[in-house]
């Protein structure tokens, strides 16, 4: 390919730009989805895989008992109080159990809030399933209002006997204008 | 050109704005040493702090800053440089060209670098000090808990990248565009093929670093989450984007040395290099391997079975092409009529250290053993073993052996083979025990040691104290020559050498090959 037949060192510089230019993009466009991806497809790194968990035939194993712990943190700036109402359960794996997180805004503002989780050990992170939980949707909260959010999980019962404590974290994140930006983008396109 | 050759322009101006290949080299050479000395005795710190176990003469934090700096200011100031100057002195000459295809970029190229390494060290005397982090800079060490300098180290990263960027490309574009008539590719001197392929892995790489520390840059500033756990991002992607630069530029390092070495040990050995054909294939295989082998920097994060047996064999295959390289340069020297110059005493030092640590680099290529070795001081000793006794042996027998080509004086060679046997006494005293320290665990990067390591730890010490004072005597031994060497009148300075760099006049004039010589 021949960009500038009269000059050919204009030529070698501008595909080497080319080059530069991609391989910057690269770890961008490619790089971090690409890690993203494969961590998900293998269950790696405590990110909960994203597939629905289909009920298997429903057996308790009473037979050993795993300790859930919750913790709950804010992120940087974040002024919402946030915390588990138990900070750590007995479970037997293959039942439901439920449990509920609380909430308050102490600001005299609305905000809406998003949790982001993490499961440790990551081993444990495809053993554990959320059937329902706050941190599927975003919580708008009014100002200086309180809430209850559940969490509703299994701990499946394939779970490798060695782990006997499973570490459930959820960090808040004040994403109000983040919302408020994509509700005035959905009212604008209307 | 034309007809009037004009020489350098007075005083400042000539390197200010500079565009001569072997002004802008020599600017690079010098500033590579001052930084060197630089990092040098941010090592001599070091090794003055672990001279005995307990907390002695600094603070943890500030040993902390000394680690990352010494690496820092060692892999991007002082190697680095180091050679994008002798490619820039010895690429136009070797291959016949009046100067570097870009002369204007290339001044470019070389004065960013100085302002960057200001910054860098000027973030020592920040609020909450310079880089703590470690050269590696992981997250979050590097993001959520570094200094609020950090910023500035970031800025300090780009400049100096895009500095490599623009030599790198420089010198793709002389060498695709500037050879002499009948100088084909495979009738290049080993230096410039080298280069020719570390410019490409820079190229390619450079901007993979450039992006990991953009991601830090949006991660503390611009509130995304790329290693933030909490954010949904990840820590261990850090480590991914760093190693698929930091991977290839351990070979950015080494290529142009082995460069070196090839062109070095022919002239002495007063043979023709063996297998030149090989050697460039090596190379290319050598590059290439670089980019799939990564993760062995990071066995230990939690990657799949099937990770670790991947980038344990293909790091293994990379002893093969190397192993191409040892075996030629032995073979050269094979029944040659060998004299012991000093160039010819660091090119031998080379091979004999360099083989070292790339044994040690095969036995920290293994997944399961690696679990033991980890971050410990035998990783300490591996790098510096293929990092000074390879790079900078190198670098140093390259200036031994162009210097009366550069100036048309000759070095003291008394004083050159003294500093060539003290520096490879005191290195070896400095970093052979670590090996011995590592496997025992002792843990890299702590300013404080368990007992039992008392005694190896002193003798590296006093090896660190011996390596470096040496490394004034090269110092005085290269001004002396300048100022006043035996002149040397000789094209051709060393009865071996081959090249079209010896056909030129002695001292090298301001301007060479305005009239492309014929190769045949």
């Known amino acids: ?58 057996q308790v194993d009473e037979s050993r008992e795993i300790t859930v712990q919750f913790i709950a943190m804010n992120n940087e700036g974040m002024p919402w109080e946030f915390a588990p109402s138990r900070t750590m359960m007995r479970v037997h794996p293959g ?61 499946d019962q394939g779970l490798p006997r060695d782990i006997k404590t499973i570490t459930l974290s959820y960090t808040m994140f004040d994403i109000t204008e983040m919302a408020e930006e994509t509700a005035a983008t959905a009212v604008a396109s209307r | 050109m034309g007809d009037h050759h004009h020489g350098p322009a007075k005083g400042l101006k000539r390197w200010l704005f500079a565009t001569n290949h072997k002004d802008i080299g020599t600017m690079y050479l010098w500033f590579s040493f001052a930084m060197f000395l630089v990092g040098g005795a941010f090592a001599m710190i070091i090794r003055a702090e672990l001279f005995q176990p307990g907390m002695q003469l600094i603070k943890p934090e500030f040993f902390n800053q000394m680690t990352t700096m010494h690496g820092l200011i060692m892999v991007f100031g002082a190697i680095m440089p180091s050679f994008v100057g002798l490619a820039n002195w010895m690429i136009p000459m070797m291959i016949g060209a009046p100067d570097m295809a870009l002369p204007r970029m290339n001044n470019w190229s070389f004065w960013i670098l100085p302002p960057a390494f ?44 895009l500095s490599s960027i623009m030599g790198s490309i420089n010198i793709v574009a002389t060498v695709m565009n ?37 991601m830090m840059l949006m991660d503390i500033h611009f509130g995304t989450s790329f290693f933030s756990a ?52 090596a190379t290319a295989s050598i590059a290439f391997l670089s980019f799939i082998v990564w993760a062995h920097h990071m066995y230990t994060v939690g990657m799949p079975i099937a990770g670790e047996l991947f980038f344990m064999y293909a790091t293994m295959l990379i002893a093969v092409p190397t192993g191409v390289k040892v075996f030629n340069w ?35 290529a293994i997944a399961p053993s690696d679990f033991q070795y980890h971050d410990s001081y035998f990783v300490v000793a591996h790098f510096h073993y293929v990092m000074v006794a390879g790079a900078v042996f190198s670098m140093t027998a390259a200036v031994y052996y162009w210097l009366p080509k550069w100036c048309g004086k000759m070095y003291n ?42 005694d190896f730890n002193m003798m590296s010490s006093i090896g660190a104290f011996i390596y470096g004072s040496s490394q004034i005597l090269f110092l005085y031994n290269v001004i002396a020559t300048i100022v006043a060497g035996k002149p040397v009148s000789e094209n051709k300075v060393w009865e071996g050498a081959e090249g079209l760099e010896w056909t030129v006049a002695t001292p090298a004039p301001y301007h060479t090959f305005a009239v492309p010589p014929q190769v045949r």
């Open chain 1, 1 to 58: 390919m021949q960009l500038f037949a009269d000059n050919p060192i204009l030529n070698t510089v501008t595909k080497l730009v080319a080059v530069v230019v991609i391989m910057f993009s690269f770890v961008f466009v490619v790089m971090v989805p690409l890690y993203n991806v494969l961590c998900d497809a293998l269950g790696i790194n405590g990110k909960t895989s994203g597939e629905r968990y289909e009920a298997v035939q429903i």
């Open chain 1, 95 to 155: 039942a439901v159990n439920d449990t509920v997180f609380m909430a308050r805004n102490p600001l005299s503002r609305d905000m809406v809030a998003q949790a982001i989780p993490s499961v440790s050990p990551a081993r444990a992170a495809e053993y554990f399933h959320k059937t329902e939980c706050f941190c599927f949707n975003q919580q708008p909260l009014g100002g200086e209002q309180s809430t209850e959010m559940p969490l509703q999980f299994i701990v």
């Open chain 2, 118 to 161: 200001l910054l860098l060290l000027s973030t020592m005397f920040m609020d909450g000090g310079g880089p703590a982090f470690g050269w590696t800079f992981y997250a979050p060490l590097s993001t959520t808990y570094a200094p609020p300098s950090v910023t500035f180290f970031i800025f300090g990263v780009h400049v100096l990248g």
């Open chain 2, 178 to 214: 500037l050879r002499a008539p009948g100088m084909t590719y495979m009738k290049m001197p080993l230096f410039v093929w080298t280069w020719f392929i570390t410019a490409y892995l820079l190229i390619a790489v450079m901007p993979v670093l450039a992006g990991a520390v953009t």
């Open chain 2, 230 to 281: 909490a954010g949904g991002g990840d820590p261990v992607l850090f480590q991914h984007v760093f190693w698929f630069f930091g991977h290839p530029e351990v070979y950015i390092i080494i290529l142009p040395a082995f460069g070196v070495v090839s062109q070095i040990i022919p002239t002495f050995a007063r043979k023709r290099l063996f297998g030149y054909d090989s050697m460039v294939y």
């Open chain 2, 330 to 364: 032995i073979t050269t020297m094979w029944q040659g009529a060998m004299t012991f110059e000093t160039p010819m005493l660091f090119c031998i030092g080379f091979v004999v250290l360099f083989t070292i640590g790339g044994f040690t680099g095969l036995m920290l």
């Open chain 2, 413 to 454: 060679e008394a004083m050159g083979k003294t500093h060539f046997w003290i520096s490879f006494v005191g290195f070896n005293l400095t970093f052979f025990p670590q090996h011995f320290v590592g496997l025992a665990g002792m843990p890299r990067r702590i300013p404080d040691y368990a007992l039992q390591f008392a």
